[in-house]
């Protein structure tokens, strides 16, 4: 029986014998690197979605997940953010250093990966304030620290609020209950700033946006980022690229990443569709 191999994860090895490491060779390290997706399948109730797809985001980094409906771009922010009932049947996602493939969804929040909702839901009964101030310190608990003290979390809330122009009226009512399409795509990002995520997924938060809405939206995402943070925003419209600029755009179909460029693929999908793409590519 071999033994279990714990030699540090920088070194790929295997068991020369039951006593001695036979070293093969060092692994490159990429300590920016945030998010690394290695040949992923995602299937739901039996049928695949994600069908051998590759990505790789390092800190700092804007990435623009574009494509046609049914192509698989909310299956992958599921998958990522470990929703149920999304089956990863082959590959790895890799946060942080870390195979995340099997973790609970809260433990991936807790370590820092957020998801705004593309149809955020109502939670009747619960005040945004205390829903922030719970959501906060389970994440502090989580990482050893104490619970934030009142005055500090009311002060941090109201720099939050004006970071994404969102009316104090808000945040005293329930979860999104009687929010308006765009108070509720606020109030996604809002929740954002609070918990400072590694790694931030914005699901079509554009959708429905009018267009005030769209830069209030974009100018909290601005000013959040950071060396040491990034983001993947899953779009229909180039327009969200116009206040969020990203550094890569990729094209998804079929359930892989098909092309990726700068921001002028983003213009040119705009311009011409998505049909020159997938003439390409049964061509």
Known sequence: MKRKNYWPLRWRAVWDNLTNYRIIEPLQKNDNMLLNIKNLHVAIDGK?????????????????????NG????????????????????????????????????????KGIFLSFQYPVEIPGVSMT????????????????DPIPAA?????????????????????????EGFSGGEKKKNEIFQMAMLEPKLAILDETDSGLDIDALKVVARGVNKLRSDENAFIVITHYQRL???????????????????????????????????????????
């Open 48 to 68: 695949e979605i994600i069908k051998g797809l590759n990505l790789s985001v390092n800190k700092g980094e804007v990435h623009a997940v574009m494509g046609p």
């Open 71 to 110: 192509t698989g771009k909310s299956t992958l922010a599921s998958a990522i953010t470990g929703r149920e009932g999304y089956e990863i049947t082959r590959g790895e996602i890799i946060y942080n250093g870390e195979v995340i493939n099997d973790m609970p969804p809260d433990v991936r929040a807790n």
């Open 130 to 145: 205390n829903f922030m101030r719970t959501a906060l310190n389970a994440q502090r608990e989580f990482n050893g620290l």
């Open 152 to 176: 500090d979390f009311l002060k941090k809330m109201e720099e939050m609020k004006q970071l994404v122009d969102i009316h104090s009226k808000l945040t005293k009512r329930s979860v999104n």
């Open 241 to 283: 690229l116009d206040y969020i600029v990203p550094d890569f755009v990729h094209v998804m179909y079929d359930g892989k990443i098909v092309k990726s460029g700068g921001k002028g693929l983003a213009l040119e999908l705009e311009e011409k569709g998505y049909d020159w793409i997938t003439e390409q590519l049964e061509g």
